[in-house]
């Protein structure tokens, strides 16, 4: 088996759970609507990206992902550890960035490598607005209409999995991102878990931290429901659809994404610092802290 190819446990049929508390088919289709205007106009940006550098482009692409979970309905908490930040995408405050973050600059001026569990196709959306930072994505989205368009004009990263060989110059191009000061982020797990489980963080992207001599940054996500219960029905695991899914994000009445953001890890190999990253954000995802009160922006 293909290491950059695992395959999670996780199916619909036995992980999903739909939330009870649901929106009513006018608010859905709202969101629907505002949510495919937010996607025409990414196009549009996109093409406007191209006369831009790589930060503002970088700004411009968390904008638009605030504005499309805004559309969705889609609410975001920022927490530093466990202790909740700011608002979210789709209320009052601004959302904390890695600049307002302490200790995640290295000496040697390179950004950080934010890794996260992944559980839905949501999350680059969610890391994009929370933390803004190059996206790591797989070759395959490269290939999808509208939307590899809008990755590559984001200025996203891209990953060859069915190609061993071609690891160390994703390695390469992922440390030159960081040592030119821009955050890059990824999903280690290699695949997508219900949010029960996670999986174990492959340690082949850490090599571009090394390189770079740039910190970690873990990072744990979190969906729940309106009762702080974990919503499962947001995930995209298995033989899942994106239809599927999407249809199952816009019925939530609300959704909330608790984005915690972790003490930085250090090592000296990349198999010690994926452990320890992977560590860090097992502590949160499976043995999730409670909820902590809101600070009024």
Request: glycine share 6%; aromatic share 6%; charged share 20%.
């Amino acid at each position: 088996m293909n290491p950059w190819l695992p395959v999670a446990p996780c199916m619909p049929a036995t992980c999903l759970v739909p939330s009870e508390a649901r929106a009513a088919w006018p608010r859905r289709t709202l969101r629907l609507t505002a949510a495919v205007m937010m996607i025409l106009a990414g196009t549009v940006l996109t093409l406007a990206a191209r006369a831009f550098g790589t930060a503002e482009r970088i700004r411009m692409t968390s904008a638009w992902s605030r504005l499309l979970l805004r559309a969705l309905g889609v609410r975001i908490e920022v927490r530093q550890g466990f202790t909740f930040l700011a608002g979210s995408a789709s209320s009052r405050g601004s959302v904390p960035t890695l600049a307002t973050a302490p200790s995640v600059v290295a000496r040697s001026g390179a950004a950080p490598l934010i890794v996260a569990n992944h559980v839905s196709w949501l999350d680059p959306l969610v890391m994009a607005a929370a933390l803004p930072c190059r996206l790591l994505a797989k070759r395959e989205v490269r290939e999808w209409p509208m939307i590899g368009m809008l990755a590559a004009g984001s200025g996203a990263l891209f990953l060859d999995r069915d190609r061993l060989s071609a690891l160390p110059e994703a390695v390469g191009e992922m440390a030159g991102a960081l040592g030119e000061g821009h955050p890059v982020m990824a999903f280690p797990e290699g695949t997508t878990w219900c949010g029960r489980e996670m999986g174990a963080f492959k340690p082949a992207v850490f090599q571009a931290a090394l390189d770079a001599e740039a910190p970690v940054r873990p990072v744990a996500l979190r969906y729940v429901d309106t009762d702080g219960t974990l919503a499962t029905g947001s995930t995209f695991v298995g033989d899942d659809t994106l239809l599927a899914s999407i249809r199952r994000v816009v019925a939530f009445r609300r959704l909330v994404v608790e984005v915690t953001m972790l003490p930085p890890v250090t090592a000296a190999n990349r198999r010690v610092l994926a452990w320890k990253a992977e560590s860090s954000v097992a502590s949160v995802i499976l043995a999730p802290a409670r909820h902590a009160v809101p600070v009024a922006a």
